[in-house]
């Protein structure tokens, strides 16, 4: 008799312990794991800045990055001429990247070789409203000093 209280008894203790466990895993997955990704991705921005970005600061504050002091961990903002210094972890978000120089070239190629494969070049499409204009019998519009008479 006095066994089957004992096996009760170890049964509701190993539920109880089962519901904590899936309690902590649950608040895991929930809480502490999206933001330890979101400290990550600011980590990562953080380590990517560079001089000529556009940056937010916490409060609020745009401006462009004009020098990063790693030594004391600053950064000098360009606020429309304005130069203020504030600590690394003041930078809330960058909105924009600085134009890199060796991407710039790259992009401008691939604009020619788009404009090139299409089946009429970009001049010859200007042309044809003018040419069309031209073969048509009616008249061109009225300018300005020939509707005044």
Known sequence: MFENLMIGAAAGGYSTLLI?????????????????????????????LKKGDHVITIGRLHGVIDEINDADKTVTLDCDGIYLVFDLRAIAQVTSQAPQAVTAPAAAETATSEAASDD??????AEEPASEAAASDEPAEKTDDESAK
């Open 20 to 48: 904590l466990v899936v309690f902590l895993v649950l608040m895991y997955f929930l809480m502490l794991r999206p933001q330890q990704k979101q400290q990550k991705k600011h980590r990562d921005m953080m380590s990517e």
């Open 120 to 125: 009429q070049p970009a001049e010859s499409a």
